[in-house]
Structures are given as C-alpha cells and as structure tokens.
C-alpha cells in the first residue's frame, strides 16, 4: 500500500513558479514510477510528467516541454514537479501517481493516486 500526499500548490501570477511536492508512504517507494496529471474545471484529467524508479527517465506532455521538471528523491520518498513560466491554462487540481508500470502511467492508469492539490495562476 502506498499512500500519496501533494503539497505546493497555490495562486500565482503568470510567469511565475511553483514547485509541487509529493510525499509517499510506504517502503516500496523507489519500485514505482511516478506521474503529475491535471484536471482543470470542466476538462478530462491529463498528464502532465512521468518519472522512472531511478528518475533516469522523463516524459512530458507537449504543453510543458520546456517550463516544468520532474524529478525524484527516493531517500526522502518524494517526487518534485518544478514549474516554470506558469500559464493561465496550467490552472488546474494537480494529482500525483504512483504505477509499477511506466507505459501504464503514461496512458493514465495509476495503482494509486494522491488527493490533489489546487494550482491557479492568475493574469
């Protein structure tokens, strides 16, 4: 079992940064691939960024190629997602997942999911 805990999220103008942190449960941590998805009012939740277990890879959607990073700290059990250049678009409930599958959580499909955290960005 795997617990998922955000944090970080916030109002902000545009332009500016935020970083998002994802605190985990559980010893198993470091098995398990970890995304940020996206769900803004009346829109599907989309991802936004995948890590691998030794975050030797990344995956990003298109629309924040360039401004966002995910990264992860298995010691501390958590993941990271930097966002930079912040859009009014990029307003949206950030969620964190966790899958044993990278190809699964890039379609959408996590084993679990934390209880999101609420980014707006403001003009």
């Known amino acids: 079992q795997v617990q998922l805990i955000e944090s970080g999220g916030g109002l902000v103008q545009a332009g500016g940064s935020l970083r998002l942190s994802c605190a985990a449960s559980?010893?198993?941590?470091?098995?398990?691939?970890m995304g940020w998805f996206r769900q803004a009012p009346g829109k599907e939740r989309e991802f936004v960024a995948a890590?691998?277990?030794?975050?030797?890879?990344?995956s990003y959607a298109d629309s924040v190629k360039g401004r966002f990073t995910i990264s992860r700290d298995n010691a501390k059990n958590t993941v990271y997602l930097q966002m930079n250049s912040l859009k009014i678009e990029d307003t949206a409930v950030y969620y964190c997942?966790?899958?044993?599958?990278?190809?699964?959580?890039?379609?959408?499909?996590?084993?679990?999911w934390g209880q999101g955290t609420q980014v707006t960005v403001s003009s």
């Open positions: 997942a966790a899958h044993r599958s990278f190809n699964r959580l890039l379609v959408g499909s996590a084993e679990y």
């Open positions: 890590i691998s277990w030794n975050g030797g890879t990344t």
């Open positions: 559980g010893r198993t941590f470091s098995s398990y691939f």
